[in-house]
């Protein structure tokens, strides 16, 4: 069974900060999927990475897969309130494409104006 | 990002009763899911489909649910005879052939009394 913990469960900070959270697995994924979710609605995808030690940037947002492919993080940057909510990783199968996803534990993300 | 429709947003239904929820997929988005989310906890596989079969199903999905897509179009999620536990978000999600990358729907609250 393929298990995701993503690190810290909760995070609170002030506006302009920096900040990383992480997923982690003993398993290996085909990919690794960072997902936004708002309260009452469904995940809004973020970015999608496949490759080993591959980091993809969206504006301030940073996204690394691990060499392994055994973990990710979201690094953010200057956070701001509009940062805030909950962020959810989930890894691909162990084959590449089309195989169901599974979710991490989710970290709830604060950023105090 | 791709837009994925559900219906209804919330069902409230007595146990026992049969409750549909229902997905209007994304145009070349041959494979779908659906995923529930209990209040408080992760998002949970429970099905995925592909050319009119189930292509994997977890130990959630038992014989009181099935999928279809009856015209084509819509991707249906049926619950035969729901009990207080089935209380939960349900999500459907799609994704293009040969990739992980899965969009989710905003969710249909179902509630069972």
């Known amino acids: 069974t393929q298990l995701l913990e993503q690190s810290p469960q909760f995070l609170s900070i002030q506006e302009g900060e920096n900040l990383t959270v992480y997923c982690n697995s003993s398993?290996?994924?085909?990919?690794l999927q960072w997902y936004r979710q708002e309260p009452g609605e469904g995940p809004v995808l973020l970015v999608t990475?496949?490759?080993?030690?591959e980091v993809k940037k969206l504006k301030r947002l940073t996204f690394q897969f691990g060499d392994a492919r055994k973990d990710s993080s979201l690094h953010i940057t200057a956070a701001q309130p509009g940062d805030t909510g909950l962020y959810l990783c989930?890894?691909?199968?162990?084959?590449?494409?089309?195989?169901?996803?599974?979710f991490g534990t989710g970290t709830r993300l604060t950023i105090i104006p | 990002e791709p837009e994925v429709t559900q219906t209804p947003s919330h069902q409230v239904t007595q146990m026992g009763q049969e409750v549909i929820l229902r997905c209007v997929p994304i145009?070349?988005?041959?494979?779908f899911y659906w995923y529930r989310q209990i209040l408080g906890q992760k998002v949970e596989f429970l099905v995925s489909?592909?050319?009119?079969?189930?292509?994997?199903k977890s130990e959630i999905f038992d014989d009181q649910f099935s999928v279809e897509r009856p015209d084509g179009s819509n991707f249906t999620l049926k619950i035969r005879s729901t009990k207080l536990e089935d209380s939960a978000m349900y999500f459907c999600?799609?994704?293009?052939?040969?990739?992980?990358?899965?969009?989710f729907g905003p969710g249909t609250r179902l509630t069972v009394l």
């Open positions: 989930a890894g691909g199968g162990v084959n590449f494409g089309n195989e169901k996803l599974t």
């Open positions: 398993s290996v994924f085909s990919s």
């Open positions: 990475v496949v490759t080993g030690g």
């Open positions: 145009s070349n988005h041959l494979y």
């Open positions: 489909f592909y050319n009119n079969e189930i292509s994997e």
């Open positions: 999600a799609m994704g293009l052939a040969g990739t992980d990358t899965q969009y």
